[in-house]
């Protein structure tokens, strides 16, 4: 179809280039590594098929129109949710007519055949040295079951988009599941299209800390680490954090509110994601309560399914979006796989959001969140996410040791004598650095608001577990100890017997 053919008539309106300037763009916080990506992308001789996924809310969208809307030939295409085809295709001709004809009002065609004939028609006049970037955004619901979206998409890929050099196809989705199966694990007709993947998880300690501080709160590191602990380095939670009120408050009414945007995020956020949300959502439930994770043939017994393909596809689901993390205890054969929830929203919705929609505990008060910090049970629970976030941080842990030239491999250790022998210990181990130069770091994690101090009773509690380890491993390695602690280490007589390595909290932003 002729372009000709689609013009309806003329806006009565000057007609705006669509290509920003840099001086408009917003400031992208962290990301570098995927900024890298999309620099080469733009700048390779060679079309490029790109698939960004991850979890809703981490800022897919905004990384996309940052890296590749700016001086560049941009056309964005956003899916409609339960959209008929016709109301995606209108949606289509307004941006596209707004890339290349601005002012002009386009007919809107009857297919997705006849929109990508007309991008096709478009991308074969701009000269070599323009970029054009196709951005496709939620594309799941673009693709719907009727649309013959994805079967025309293959087809101008291959026979048309892929020959154009200077043609940047982006396509993007939060509904993890769909995007694996569909596209980046797809043994159709999209099978090895794609010439690159970013999974795009949430900040990190340190991005976080920078996006909030460029917000305009100046938390410190032990707020910012109660606040992860909380809602992680989601871009969008962090975003509804109130100035004007303290940590406690906006958690109060996030989270314990009917309607603050926490309280029910969390069924959204699993429908949003997940083709199959019911079972996904009940193997995180069940990874919940395990502080330590369980060996896989537990979880399929746990949730009464079988240990199959399809079980695996929804664990690899589940791990691809960051909601859990399959690890290999210290000592364990590989069959022996264990899960667990790595999550902050998630851990911190199911231990106290979770009993409150259930109706389970009634919050009173808007002190009710500062006085809950105040509890024996928030500090256990405090401590165990701690671990998580350590484990997530790893790397800075390892820097932190000075160990980072050398090869370490992270895991978690535990030994629990059989039930009828009362009299044997048993040991469990936070964090183990295997590392390659002959030696093994066993790291404790603390989270206390004060300087952890060693005493008498935890150096006796520690020596022992590092008895029990040397015992049971049969290890030939040199054993050092490392304290983690969120609020730094009181030195002392014990401190100075036993522990070899101090990571503070500043050293994991």
Request: overall charge positive.
């Amino acid at each position: 179809m002729a372009i000709n053919r689609l013009l309806f008539k003329i806006l009565p309106h000057m007609i705006v280039s669509n290509v920003a300037t840099r001086e408009s763009i917003m400031q992208l916080i962290g990301r570098k590594r995927e900024i890298e990506i999309f620099k080469k992308i733009l700048s390779s001789n060679q079309a490029e098929f790109i698939a960004v996924y991850g979890r809703r809310r981490v800022g897919k969208t905004f990384l996309v129109q940052q890296c590749t809307s700016h001086e560049n030939l941009y056309l964005e295409c956003t899916g409609i949710k339960d959209g008929k085809l016709e109301e995606q295709l209108h949606n289509f001709i307004k941006k596209f007519s707004h890339t290349f004809y601005p002012g002009l009002v386009l007919q809107t065609p009857k297919s997705w055949r006849e929109a990508f004939e007309l991008i096709t028609l478009e991308a074969k006049k701009i000269p070599k040295t323009q970029k054009l970037v196709l951005f496709f955004d939620e594309l799941p619901w673009l693709a719907s079951r009727k649309s013959s979206f994805m079967q025309t998409l293959d087809y101008y890929w291959n026979t048309e988009w892929s020959h154009l050099p200077n043609v940047k196809l982006i396509v993007c989705g939060s509904a993890a599941s769909w995007m694996l199966n569909n596209l980046i694990n797809a043994k159709g007709g999209l099978y090895n299209r794609i010439t690159r993947s970013i999974l795009l998880e949430p900040f990190t300690l340190s991005e976080t800390k920078e996006f909030l501080d460029q917000k305009g709160h100046k938390f410190s590191h032990k707020q910012t680490l109660d606040v992860y602990m909380v809602m992680g380095g989601v871009p969008y939670y962090l975003n509804h954090i109130v100035r004007s009120k303290s940590i406690a408050q906006n958690i109060n009414e996030l989270c314990f509110r009917k309607d603050g945007l926490l309280y029910s995020e969390f069924p959204r956020l699993f429908k949003s994601l997940f083709e199959d949300s019911a079972l996904n959502l009940q193997i995180v439930k069940e990874l919940a309560k395990h502080r330590y994770g369980i060996p896989f043939t537990k979880l399929a017994e746990k949730t009464g399914k079988k240990v199959g393909g399809r079980f695996k596809e929804r664990l690899g689901e589940l791990e691809a979006t960051g909601f859990i993390q399959k690890f290999l205890p210290y000592g364990k054969k590989k069959r022996d796989h264990f899960y667990k929830v790595t999550d902050e929203y998630t851990l911190f919705y199911f231990k106290w959001i979770d009993e409150v929609v259930e109706g389970k505990n009634i919050p009173k008060g808007e002190d009710y969140w500062a006085r809950v910090t105040q509890s024996p049970s928030w500090y256990a629970w405090a401590g165990y996410a701690f671990e998580t976030i350590c484990y997530k941080h790893v790397d800075c842990i390892i820097k932190g040791l000075g160990l980072s030239g050398i090869g370490c491999s992270a895991s978690h250790w535990k030994y629990q004598p059989p039930f009828f022998n009362l009299k044997e210990n048993g040991a469990e181990v936070d964090l183990l650095l295997d590392r390659e130069d002959g030696a093994i770091t066993l790291c404790e994690m603390k989270y206390t608001s004060n300087p952890f101090v060693i005493d008498k009773a935890t150096a006796l509690n520690l020596m022992k577990k590092i008895e029990v380890f040397k015992e049971q491993t049969k290890s030939y390695k040199q054993i050092f100890l490392s304290i983690v602690s969120a609020a730094g280490l009181k030195e002392n007589v014990w401190s100075q017997e036993l522990v070899h390595g101090i990571v503070s909290l500043e050293d994991l932003f």
